[in-house]
């Protein structure tokens, strides 16, 4: 069959020649690919043509594409996952990333696992929730819907731009081989099913705020009502990202072996800074929706939360940094620095273009105020964006300009850390404050936070603790829990004071006016039990940092190790073969338990090793043991840790998740509405 | 081929797409009706 247009026929990598026999899903994936990014790109030029000219028709055919598109992409999505789960290893995509022995689940996984497929999982989810985003955008009026439109379009364009032109999972090798080369070792673990797909849906949906954000900013529109129409994406992307960045500490702890879950790597770091920045949006917007202030610092947060993904996106496929996660670097990497170029300086120009309409209104409130809370708990965030941001692209920088300069854990401890104390003080005392003035309520209030840290203080201080960090920090977490527990505590205490003056017992009545008060603020109470759960998670990150305990020894079988109260004996070793790979396990007896770490390897893979660890896990304390090696006399050799409360971190992430999802589901008034109302008060530019 | 399978495509999604400046005006969607005011003292 002679050469012709294929899926494959413009990239330099791998060989240009095209099967005798047809390879019909490569070209159905290529073809919806193709198909998609046309249709982005007439809904991003339609859109904002007819943004620009308030044409309804023509707003609607520009939403009617982009949908469109959205299916395409999804085609393309099944037409990867068909050919993953029947094994066709014609394409170059299924071949580098699975093999006939790794396990269903995981090859269904392989379709986010590599550089190609992760970028049309993303765009999938970008045209999925970026379609559920525009589907009620008609309330926003016409000229911003649009612009939404266009704004999200070119930005699926610029993905789809990508994976047809140059990193497409739909690539056919010359000849088929008869097995895969498989997933890396490290990514054949339950962590791969859930943790890539969260943190990648959380960067995608960041997209959605940044889109109506910048749709506003040129339709001249400075009111709330984008705020309200995208706060649920906010809040989804911030959730997700908080969901998928707890996963990755989970599982970075089961399987790196390295006993501890935060190594401030520059793909954690570049995953936690648009958390960061969407954690001060979701703060700072309460005050442009309660006040009407801080309109152009709204726009900029959600502006910088969605350059930092890009930013991100770039440093984990460029390569530009050295990372742990070296398995996704590729040569897409200075496609996204001239995208992010691009988001940046159409960013900054729109907010220069608009800063005159942006001006606050109104007097500020005073300084101690719960605006000038919000406002501190901002400029500390970017200061601790600052900090991980500098941290991250240091070497980078200092590389052009000479030598190479690497900053370690201690870096950002040191100076994190701090800002990370006042954050948690400001998260004790704001819930309590007023919007206005504060006074003797306030102080009031603060008493039982305040007396919850001074007891904690002096029970730490009792305890023989001298470290000023600990000492510092562990009353502050137990401070911002008293504070939430207060809060809540209150609706109650009015119901408690009911029963009170009328002198009988407590009715149906009054708990359902209790209940009827968490539902009615769910909002609120939402996002104080989101409070509740990021103190568990901090308590297990302050605890486990300050007090982790770590000993390395060798023992012959059936002698012991004593640590942190914990005695544990090397019971024996022995080798099984699984279906994938090969395990050395050294058993220890822990108690009435066996733990078993192993090393792995992987044959089919070249030989590749992989420490599996053993943890023993209790709300008190984690045992982490792992197997160093096993020498020739039948010893064992170990490092074992005593990790305190690390089970507190993955239960504060769930609480904290949970709190999101009490707070917005199921909202009486929807965003929509809010939005609706928030358009009727306000006058739209010309 | 791939141009082929796109165009395919595209021409599938076309009627969808396009179906605002199809549609007569007898086709058009009623205008959505307004929300009900709230009622002071009544839970919705």
Known sequence: MPATFSPNARRGSRPRLIHSEPVILAFLGAGALLAGLVMAGFSALLSFWAGWREDGVMVQVGRRAFYASAVMIFLASVVLETALLTHDFSLAYVTE????????????????????????YWALLLGVLGSASLVASATLGRRLAAYAAGVMASILSFFLVVLVLVASPFDILAITPPDGLGLNPVLRDGGMLIHPPVV????????????????????????????????????MAWGLQSAGLVLGMWW???VLGWGGYWGWDPVENVALMPWLATTAYLHSSQVQERRGRLQAWNFGLVMVAFLLVVFGTFIVRSGVVPSVHTFAVSAIGPWFFAFLLLCAVFSAGLLTLRAGGLASVGEPAPVVSREGALVLQNLLLMGVIAIVLWGTIL?????????????GVDYYQRAAGPLFLVILTVMAAGPLLPWRHAGAPFLRAMRWPLAAALVVLAGLLSGGVRSVPALVAMPLVTAVGATCIFEYGRPLAKVWRARRTRAGRITGAGWARASNLFVKNRRRYGAYLAHLGLVVLVAGVAASHFWQQEKDVALQPGQSVFIAGYTLTYVGAEERQLADHSELVAAMRLGGRTLEPARATYAGLGGQ?????????????????VLAGIGTDGSASFRIFINPLVSWIWTGGAILILGVLAGNLGERRPAVQLAAASLRRTVPAA | MTLVVATLLLFTAGPFVLWPLIKTPDESEPPSPSPPADIPGRER
Do not use: C, K
């Not at chain 1, 996984?109 to 049309?120: D, K, P, R």
């Not at chain 1, 949906?205 to 994406?233: E, Q, Y």
């Not at chain 1, 090793?609 to 043991?625: G, K, Q």
């Open chain 1, 97 to 120: 990333h699975t093999d006939l022995s790794t396990p269903t689940a995981l090859v269904a996984a392989a379709f986010y696992g590599g550089q190609e497929g992760s970028l049309l």
């Open chain 1, 200 to 235: 990648l849906a959380g960067f995608a949906s960041f997209a959605i705020p940044f889109s109506f954000a910048a749709a506003a900013l040129l339709a001249g529109r400075s009111d709330a009502a984008w705020i309200a129409h995208t706060r649920r994406f906010a809040l």
């Open chain 1, 252 to 254: 970075a702890y089961h």
């Open chain 1, 395 to 407: 070497p980078l920088v200092s590389g052009m300009l000479g030598q190479e300069r690497v900053v």
């Open chain 1, 609 to 625: 090793s992989l420490t599996h660890v053993a943890i023993t896990s209790s709300p008190v304390a984690d045992v982490y043991v």
